[in-house]
């Protein structure tokens, strides 16, 4: 199974804004961090946004924060909120025209091994992705983690 661009930026752009904690991001400033597009990850934050799973203030003080906990961020329902398409192959699909579908064993089997790819990650969150490595990943992606000024 091969993960879309788009489910790998949602990803990231989750990390980061959790490593980021209670600072506030920027697309400008993801995209740099990780050399990827802008427009791109515009349309990722829109959809993060749109689901619920990051809020996005506007204005000067403005930028992008987590809108829940780093816990309560499943992967296996991240993954499935933001695939578009989890049809291993054409018998998935209302549009199917394979002539041996009748006789096929391989769509039970993929859909098992589907299954078993998302209850994998259900077992595991957003914080599973940061534990101890943190401080690498916030040294890696170049973040200030001093606190700001009040």
């Known amino acids: 199974m091969h993960l ?7 990803l990231r752009v989750l990390m980061y804004l959790a490593v980021k ?9 993801i995209a740099e961090r990780f050399d990827i597009s802008r427009n791109h990850l515009m349309k990722v934050v829109q959809d993060l946004n749109h689901q619920g799973y990051i ?17 309560t961020i499943s992967l296996g329902r991240l993954v499935r909120d933001t695939e578009r398409d989890l049809k ?11 002539v041996i579908t ?11 091994a589907l299954t078993a790819f998302l209850a994998v990650l259900d077992q595991y969150t957003l914080a599973d992705l940061l ?15 001093t606190p700001p000024d009040d």
């Open 131 to 145: 534990g101890p490595q943190q401080p690498q990943l916030i040294q890696l992606l170049q973040i200030d983690d």
């Open 88 to 98: 291993l192959v054409e018998c998935f699909g209302d549009d199917n025209e394979c």
């Open 4 to 10: 879309t661009r788009f489910t790998d930026y949602s």
């Open 55 to 71: 809020t996005s203030i506007r204005g000067k003080n403005g930028g992008l924060l987590l809108e829940r906990d780093p816990e």
């Open 102 to 112: 009748p006789a096929c064993r391989l769509k039970p089997i993929l859909a098992e």
């Open 21 to 29: 904690s209670e600072q506030r991001s920027t697309i400008t400033e």
